[in-house]
């Protein structure tokens, strides 16, 4: 594998920007591809977006489930070798490793099972819409083991301080849908046309490469991978370790997902074309949180190792320059959203009637980017420390919120757009809380560490 990242020695930033940017280099490489999916699928019709939409919800849902042993398995991994005990990293890697694969094979067999009664869920009006979502929901949930385990691959490896390899296997995933795509969705050559399920296809076979390449990368590991047996008998004691530190952030993520889902039903209530809208604008706003988030993952390693090296100062220090890139570019992706909508929507869906929803889409939830960067930012740090408990919290009450909220403000003059500010206003409220609650907390911190001192 490459050369890991020295966290715990050395200036800071720079330590932390070269673990960071290959990181948000593969958010954005597998936001890619769902936005590669949309690019072409918006070229088949808006009933094509809308059955992707209510599909992938199902495959969102599943990065909840995933958050389970890889938040739990990246955290100790982190803390392991930040103690230098490389014999329990490689154990904690190994249980992660085979939780994943157990709730994986699980997720995709119930997807398959209830593919009609969970797409039937969105209350979806177009029979065609409907037939398209659940060959969707069935060829990319059935085969989600490959996404789970490329999760929880990244996390490991990204524990260990090397950013390189996680975006080295996505790049070439990528490479490999953005082929497949018009291949398989149009029919091109020998290959026949298959509309929304070449989509799905592309994108599993990317998934099967990425896991791969993985393989293929570690099998030089000379620090944990080589000690891992995944055939041997797991360990009660790290996979209780996991998941208690994994739950929280699963049950948040569930959650999160679960009211996302309940929201779009409401939204289906304007049609198939709301929400086709919702879909694109959405994947379009991930640039923003899924480079947070990527960033946030260093921030996550970062403060694992020197946390569980004892280094407070560091973890602060840490702390504070991710905040500096959180707030730029929350900004950046602000302006972008609030001044260049109509030109960023027109590349996905280029049906005139559905932009001026997609404007007000992007325009809206723009507004709040810099408070979601500052949440996912603080997220990662307060994970680092072992503590998913606050950010789980904060999430699931303020995220909850946002039932209510479309519901009232939806039933007034905005409409539609009631929906989209609920979502707004509460990332703003999510953003302001999670932050004050990491700066208290951390004080605690430093003020136990100087007791014992």
Not at 38 to 55: D, K, L, Q, Y
Not at 147 to 153: A, E, K, R
Not at 210 to 237: C, H, Q, W, Y
Request: with cysteine.
């Amino acid at each position: 594998m490459k050369r890991s990242v020295n966290l715990l020695e050395g200036p800071i930033f720079p330590a932390l920007t070269k673990l960071a940017l290959p990181i948000m280099g593969t958010s954005l490489v597998q936001m890619a591809y769902n936005m590669i999916d949309m690019i072409w699928i918006g070229r088949v019709g808006s009933n094509a977006v809308a059955a992707v939409g209510a599909a992938g919800m199902y495959m969102w849902l599943s990065n909840g489930v995933a958050t389970l042993s890889r938040m739990g398995g990246q955290i100790k991994v982190a803390h392991s070798l930040g103690a230098k005990d490389t014999q329990e990293a490689a154990g904690y890697a190994r249980s992660a490793v085979q939780l994943g694969i157990i709730t994986g094979l699980l997720y995709g067999l119930l997807a398959v099972i209830f593919n009609g009664p969970l797409i039937d869920f969105f209350n979806l009006n177009s029979p065609q819409v409907i037939a398209d979502a659940r060959i969707y929901l069935v060829i990319t949930c059935g085969m989600v083991v490959f996404n789970f385990v490329n999760s929880i691959l990244t996390g490991i490896v990204t524990a260990m301080g090397n950013s390189q390899t996680p975006f080295v296997a996505t790049c070439i995933g990528l490479v490999l849908n953005i082929v497949l795509d018009p291949v398989l969705i149009f029919g091109i050559g020998p290959f026949p046309k298959m509309g929304v399920a070449g989509a799905a296809l592309a994108t599993v076979i990317a998934q099967v490469i990425v896991t791969l390449a993985f393989v293929m990368a570690i099998r030089g590991d000379t620090v944990i991978f080589d000690k891992i047996r995944l055939l041997s008998r797991p360990s009660r004691m790290h996979m209780r370790t996991i998941v208690t530190i994994g739950i929280p952030m699963c049950i948040q993520s569930l959650i999160f997902t679960g009211i996302s889902m309940f929201i779009a039903r409401i939204i289906a209530g304007w049609g198939d074309a709301a929400v086709a809208v919702q879909k694109v604008g959405s994947q379009i706003e991930s640039i923003c949180w899924m480079t947070a988030d990527g960033f946030s993952a260093a921030v996550n390693s970062f403060v694992g190792q020197n946390y569980g090296a004892g280094n407070i100062k560091r973890v602060k220090k840490g702390y504070r320059t991710a905040v500096g890139v959180a707030v730029v570019w929350g900004i950046l992706c602000m302006a972008i959203l609030i001044l260049l909508p109509q030109y960023i929507f027109g590349i996905f869906i280029p049906e005139a009637e559905l932009i001026p929803m997609g404007v007000d889409y992007l325009q809206i939830l723009g507004v709040s980017q810099l408070f979601m960067c500052m949440e996912i930012m603080t997220s990662g740090a307060f994970s680092g420390m072992g503590k998913t408990m606050p950010p789980a919290v904060e999430s699931i009450v303020l995220t909850s919120a946002r039932i209510p909220l479309a519901l009232v403000l939806s039933a007034t003059a905005l409409g539609l757009n009631g929906i989209w500010w609920s979502i707004t206003i509460s990332s703003i409220l999510k953003g302001i809380v999670l932050v004050t609650w990491f700066l208290i907390f951390f004080k605690s911190v430093e003020r136990k560490r100087a007791r014992e001192l």
